[in-house]
């Protein structure tokens, strides 16, 4: 196939221990470190993979925000994408907006596949990749954990709850990925160099002319109810005698 | 007044738990009227099933042959034929309700509402985000139709005995035949399901290998409880994903949870926080389950859990 559109969400570093602000307003980013969404990474490793056999010829990263995310993208492009655009936006579009932005792209760069993460882990959504298969009419195949192409179609298998599920979609798919996929590459020093020089195109997203939708708006954010520490036993004949206790066992 | 339409999930043969929890869900919303949506090739045992649920009003069958496998592509079209008159739509957050309830919103023109876990009104609710580390309170407009899947941990299923009539909702709609269904691998057991079960037994990385879960077995069926495993030990390979509690697998809320060998990272808290009791057995007494675990106990996993076994 010609080409493969891969979406790099920036959010807060998955190792960071996530603040709610005092005011309930979002969470603590100030001078936090982001990064790629973890699952947009091994999105990114599968598109690679796909070209490196030779059954793609290019990798397209696709971010949406504001200018800082070109940092996502220069290393998506590090990692060995071909192509960046940077669809900007000060607004935070939801996930409707986002589908129908990925919409547009489609229709302009003539991708027949789209690689996703399954969901971004600041709004925990999972919901992009599915609502993009459906304006576009076209199949998803979603929690991937094994992709394999065969001239017009891809079989997939996808973790569902009961096991590992496998479909058969024609192309173009969407597909969003789960963790077991792949392991994505570090990314070396000088490929760091080189994407440096590849292209990064900037697109206002009301080029796009994308009505974002009906919005949810976010009243407030608060911490979660925490659990308390419990009581400690010193053997397994204390641990009988406590569960009895809460009438466990 | 709203009216909910939930979709039923099923193997084709059993209604999965999940349905009875969203319909507990959507009960909270005042003065619903509940109505479960059966899509199947043969509806007729799933739908009696659906019509025991206390608080459905109706349950609508929707039998065709496309519908033997419960694929997105296929199903959002018929959901979205079905939805006329309907102020909301609800599937569980399984894996089954996160492929399908975005499609839908996504054909109705309207974003979707992720896990709900509290209902504060017919349009606000409670969700978590961060990997639950914030609950944040949305609000969907009161005009637009409201496309949701529920967090399954945060509700009980509702109770049965209820005689909700049963109606056949022929639909006629083209389905698209871009999607395939080829099989399905499931990791069959005869232990309980661990997304329903009311007690699990879960191994850590501490495990050291897949011989070493059979203690965890043991003291699974010991209990009559599912097994389940930190995402450490699926990553070493002992044990296969489908087993994996946490924000990436599986969130969980059985009455009796025993970790073993599971150091506690916010990534598995996050998959039991809603347990009703924790019990947390680990060498290590600095491991964080122990912040969480109601009932700690610091030691060698494996004499505590055979011993612990013949104790039962």
Redesign the interface.
């Known amino acids: 196939m010609e080409k493969i559109l891969v979406g790099l969400k920036r959010v807060?570093d998955y190792n960071v221990?996530?603040?709610?602000k005092s005011d309930g307003s979002g969470?603590e980013t100030d001078g936090v470190k982001m990064s790629i969404n973890p699952f947009d990474e091994i999105a990114l490793e599968e598109a690679l993979r796909i070209k490196e056999r030779g059954e793609a010829n290019e990798v397209v990263v696709v971010s949406i925000g504001g200018s800082e995310a070109q940092q996502q993208l220069r290393t998506g492009l590090a990692m060995g994408a071909d192509r960046a655009i940077l669809v900007e936006s000060g607004d935070l579009l939801?996930?409707?907006g986002v589908?129908r932005v990925f919409k547009a792209l489609v229709d302009r760069e003539q991708a027949e596949l789209v690689i996703l993460g399954k969901q971004a882990?600041?709004?925990?959504?999972?919901?992009?990749?599915?609502?993009?298969?459906?304006?576009w009419?076209?199949?998803?195949?979603?929690?991937a954990?094994k992709i394999e192409l065969s001239g017009n179609s891809a079989?997939v298998t996808?973790?569902?709850?009961?096991?590992?599920?496998?479909?058969?979609?024609?192309l173009p798919?969407v597909i969003t990925v789960d963790?077991?996929l792949n392991e994505p590459r570090y990314v070396k020093l000088p490929d760091i160099m080189k994407a440096k020089k590849k292209p990064l195109d900037v697109l206002p997203i009301a080029d796009l002319g994308v009505d974002a939708?009906?919005?949810?708006?976010?009243?407030?954010?608060?911490?979660?109810a925490s659990?308390e520490?419990?009581?400690?036993?010193?053997?397994?004949?204390?641990?009988?005698a406590?569960?009895k206790d809460?009438g466990?066992? | 007044m709203s009216k909910v339409l939930i979709i039923a999930e099923h193997?084709g043969s059993e209604l999965n738990p999940s349905t009875a929890k969203v319909v507990s869900c959507a009960a909270e919303i005042e003065g619903a009227q509940i109505d479960v949506a059966v899509f199947a090739s043969t509806a007729g045992e799933l739908a009696a099933q659906a019509a025991d649920i206390q608080s459905v009003a109706q349950v609508l069958t929707i039998e065709r042959e496309e519908n033997e496998h419960l694929?997105?592509?296929t199903l959002?079209p018929q959901v979205v034929a079905l939805s006329d008159g309907y102020s909301h739509i609800f599937g569980p957050s399984?894996?089954?309700g996160?492929?399908?309830?975005?499609?839908?919103?996504?054909?109705l023109?309207?974003?979707?509402?992720?896990?709900i876990m509290t209902v504060l009104g017919s349009h606000?609710f409670k969700r978590?985000?961060?990997?639950?580390?914030?609950?944040?309170?949305?609000?969907?407009?009161a005009d637009?139709v409201v496309v949701a899947t529920v967090r399954t941990a945060s509700y009980s299923a509702a109770a049965g005995g209820n005689t909700a009539t049963i109606s056949a909702a022929p639909l006629a709609v083209d389905l698209?035949t871009?999607?395939?269904?080829?099989?399905?691998?499931?990791?069959?057991s005869d232990r309980p399901d661990l997304?329903t079960a009311n007690?699990v037994v879960s191994g850590g990385r501490a495990l050291g290998s897949s011989e070493s879960f059979d203690i965890i077995y043991k003291l699974a069926d010991k209990?009559g409880a599912g097994v389940g495993a930190s995402r450490a030990a699926v990553d070493a390979g002992y044990v296969?994903?489908?087993m994996q509690v946490g924000q990436?697998g599986?969130i969980i809320a059985p009455?009796?949870y025993i970790a073993i060998g599971i150091s506690g990272a916010?990534q598995h808290l996050t998959g039991i926080?809603d347990a009703g009791?924790?019990?947390a057995?680990n060498k290590d007494e600095e491991a964080p389950i122990?912040?969480?675990?109601?009932?700690?106990?610091?030691?060698d996993l494996f004499s505590?859990v055979p011993?612990?076994t013949d104790?039962?």
């Open positions: 807060v221990r996530v603040r709610v969470v939801e996930p409707l589908a882990i600041d709004g925990d959504n999972n919901q992009m990749g599915q609502m993009l298969a459906a304006i009419d076209r199949p998803q195949a979603t929690f954990s079989k996808r973790e569902v709850d009961a096991g590992l599920e496998t479909n058969e979609v024609d798919a963790l077991r939708g009906p919005a949810i708006r976010e009243v407030s954010y608060e911490p979660p659990r520490r419990g009581i400690m036993v010193d053997d397994v004949a204390g641990l009988v406590a569960l809460k466990l066992i | 193997d694929l997105a592509a959002a399984t894996t089954f996160k492929d399908l309830m975005p499609r839908v919103a996504a054909l023109g309207v974003n979707q509402i992720s896990d606000s978590p985000v961060y990997a639950g580390n914030a609950v944040l309170t949305v609000e969907a407009q637009q698209p871009h999607t395939r269904f080829i099989d399905l691998q499931s990791g069959a997304q007690r209990l296969p994903n489908e990436t599986k009455d009796l916010i926080k009791t924790i019990v057995i122990f912040e969480v675990a109601d009932i700690g106990l610091v030691g505590i011993e612990l104790a039962l």
